[in-house]
């Protein structure tokens, strides 16, 4: 196993306290940033697993609803506070606050269901789409450049990112459009717990969306006076799928404007099984010249 994914695997495994008043308290650590603020990603997908940890084995999160409060420091564990908000024939709630010395840094919303058959449809796949192995990983991209952040998104990140038609990293190549699609995998294999698929995807899927955004204004990572942050979440997992295998990302932003950007996105399975719809609105500011 990659040193990179061990960190999401350690950084998941979270810590039962014992603790119990009206909530249950787990904690856990924080991945180290080249920035020093913990990754939104990660304590979304802690905050989910804190929340798996009071369900039944049977019962799977399908949707999850999160605000991002304040920053988080790489240098400090979180606690993750977990009320029971319901219990029913077929659904459970639950909310996670997720906490560092004291001060709420996210505040999330979860319900699970029990598997149940109905009605199905989904939105298919498009089709001539470049698969991975024809475009430039992250590494290819990145690993000649001399600075810590490009070499972390280079080397250290679970996961294998691939633009399609080509990264906004340092330059915004060709039209600028609202949309773009990323395929994405672990970098390497994951146990088979599916709960934990789950929450790696709720993980891996707060890396790239907001770059829809920034296409549609010819903005990369590197543009001066950028600044760019997650205020809310939102995620609905329709079907299972592993995240050590190739899926395909697909982001679309339908607004921007007073410093925000709204951006939603579909993740398929390279099968074209639609297994997760995702919305953000994050704060946008581009300094200007």
Do not use: C
């Not at 709630?93 to 999330?108: C, D, F, K």
């Not at 951006?263 to 010249?289: F, H, N, P």
């Amino acid at each position: 196993m990659t040193e990179p994914l061990a960190g999401l695997l350690a950084a998941l495994d979270l810590t039962d306290t014992g603790a119990r008043t009206n909530e249950d308290i787990f904690t856990g650590p924080s991945q180290w940033m080249p920035l020093g603020r913990v990754f939104g990603g990660q304590v979304l997908a802690q905050s989910l697993v804190a929340a798996m940890r009071t369900i039944p084995h049977d019962r799977f999160v399908h949707s999850m609803h999160g605000y991002f409060l304040r920053p988080g420091d790489v240098n400090l564990p979180i606690t993750f506070s977990v009320d029971r908000i319901h219990d029913g024939r077929s659904f459970s709630t639950r909310r996670t606050q997720a906490y560092q010395e004291g001060r709420p840094i996210l505040s999330m919303i979860a319900s699970f269901q029990d598997e149940d058959d109905g009605l199905e449809h989904q939105v298919e796949m498009p089709t001539g789409i470049p698969a991975p192995e024809d475009l430039p990983s992250a590494a290819e991209a990145l690993g000649q450049v001399d600075h810590p952040v490009a070499q972390y998104w280079a080397r250290e990140r679970p996961f294998d990112m691939r633009h399609v038609p080509s990264p906004v990293f340092l330059s915004v190549e060709g039209p600028h459009v609202a949309h773009q699609a990323v395929w994405i995998k672990a970098v390497g294999t994951l146990p088979d717990d599916p709960n934990l698929h789950r929450a790696a995807l709720a993980y891996a899927s707060d890396y790239s969306i907001l770059e829809s955004i920034f296409r549609r204004h010819g903005v990369a990572w590197v543009t001066p006076g950028l600044k760019a942050a997650s205020l809310d979440h939102a995620m609905w997992w329709h079907r299972f799928g592993r995240v050590d295998e190739w899926m395909l990302y697909l982001q679309e932003s339908p607004n921007a404007i007073g410093g925000r950007g709204l951006s939603t996105g579909r993740i398929y399975d390279r099968d074209g099984r639609l297994l997760a719809s995702i919305a953000q609105e994050g704060m946008v500011r581009v300094k200007k010249a």
